[in-house]
T-cell receptor
Framework: RKEVEQDPGPFNVPEGATVAFNCTYS??????FFWYRQDCRKEPKLLMS???SGNEDGRFTAQLNRASQYISLLIRDSKLSDSATYLC?????????????FGQGTILTVHP | DVKVTQSSRYLVKRTGEKVFLECVQD?????MFWYRQDPGLGLRLIYF???????EKGDIPEGYSVSREKKERFSLILESASTNQTSMYLC????????????FGPGTRLTVT
């Protein structure tokens, strides 16, 4: 079983739609969680952290369910520029130490 | 802006060749990382380093080695390239206390024939 699993998609949604991605992780000792974004043929970039209490940044909301070991990312009012691959990231060592484990990514395409 | 540069965007090598991939960062980051990215498998950590001359194995170190002689430079070495090492190689760096905030280079697409 992969440590971090994501639905690879692709998700094809119209502009203005709300879309949600889930990600599951297998190690219950995982401490910290993040979403990265990777545009086509570009490098990954940190999008946001995920906290137990939820985390909102504009149109993006990330949530963590430790009991079920899954992380979600919700995008409201999708824009064409949101088209990218979204990578779920988990670490055992908290935010300051250790290595990141990446999911394989979920592809989102937003069309006019 | 943080800048992470990699020596080549595209590289074609023959089986058995020794291959060097270079990565340089300009933000005085303590941590540096080498990943490979393959379709369906995502990013997988090969090696990382949290200080000069220090190195730690990642999830898939077999067939690779690394060198960090200077803080800003982290090299990935394929001692004897094989076709299953054809991949996109990404270097990243971060501050010691912020391992989750990694800055990636543009990647090197390596093809081994």
């Amino acid at each position: 079983r992969k440590e971090v699993e994501q639905d690879p998609g692709p998700f094809n949604v119209p502009e203005g739609a709300t879309v949600a991605f889930n990600c599951t992780y297998s190690n219950s000792a995982s401490q910290s969680f993040f979403w990265y974004r990777q545009d086509c043929r570009k490098e990954p970039k940190l999008l946001m952290s995920v906290y137990s209490s939820g985390n909102e940044d504009g149109r993006f909301t990330a949530q963590l369910n430790r009991a079920s070991q899954y992380i979600s990312l919700l995008i409201r009012d999708s824009k064409l520029s949101d088209s990218a691959t979204y990578l779920c990231v988990v670490t055992l060592g908290g935010t300051s130490y250790g290595k990141l484990t990446f999911g394989q990514g979920t592809i989102l395409t937003v069309h006019p | 802006d943080v800048k992470v540069t990699q020596s080549s965007r595209y590289l074609v090598k023959r089986t058995g060749e020794k291959v060097f991939l270079e990565c340089v960062q300009d933000m005085d980051h303590e941590n540096m990382f080498w990943y490979r990215q393959d379709p369906g498998l995502g990013l997988r950590l090969i090696y990382f380093s949290y200080d000069v001359k220090m190195k730690e194995k990642g999830d898939i170190p077999e067939g690779y080695s690394v060198s960090r002689e200077k803080k800003e430079r982290f090299s990935l070495i394929l001692e004897s390239a094989s076709t299953n090492q054809t991949s996109m190689y990404l270097c990243a760096s971060s501050f010691l206390g912020r391992v989750y905030e990694q800055y990636f280079g543009p990647g090197t697409r390596l093809t081994v024939t």
